[in-house]
């Protein structure tokens, strides 16, 4: 299998998820396709369209063990807004998920979240 092979075959693969994902409430994203010359893997991932996003799932769970502000809350700093938007509990050290006004998506740890909250 070629590139190009593998790319139109995740095109295909994603055009026909988009039925079944229809008919299930289900969104299919196609995460990876790897191959050889013999063998093709692809890595597919479901989620059910009523269903939270995992970092705000998350996001909710650390709030009740850390008394973290509520989702959306919206800080400023060096005079841009930034709104807290989850939480990615495999980082260790950036855990918090925050976008700017732009939509541009920023990681920062537990220890910042709370001195721009106390205002520090």
């Not at 995460?31 to 996001?59: C, F, L, M, N, W």
């Amino acid at each position: 299998m070629t590139r190009l092979q593998a790319r139109k075959l995740r095109e295909a693969i994603h055009v026909a998820l988009k039925d079944v994902g229809d008919a299930f409430n289900v969104n299919f994203k196609v995460k990876s396709v790897k191959y050889t010359q013999h063998d093709v893997t692809v890595k597919i991932i479901g989620q059910q369209r009523d269903s939270e996003p995992a970092i705000v799932r998350d996001y909710h769970a650390m709030s009740v063990r850390l008394n973290l502000p509520e989702l959306g809350s919206v800080y400023e700093i060096d005079g841009r807004n930034y709104k807290v938007i989850g939480w990615n509990r495999s980082a260790r050290k950036y855990p918090v998920l925050i976008e700017d006004d732009e939509g541009r998506g920023y990681k920062i740890s537990y220890e910042q979240l709370i001195q721009v909250i106390s205002g520090d």
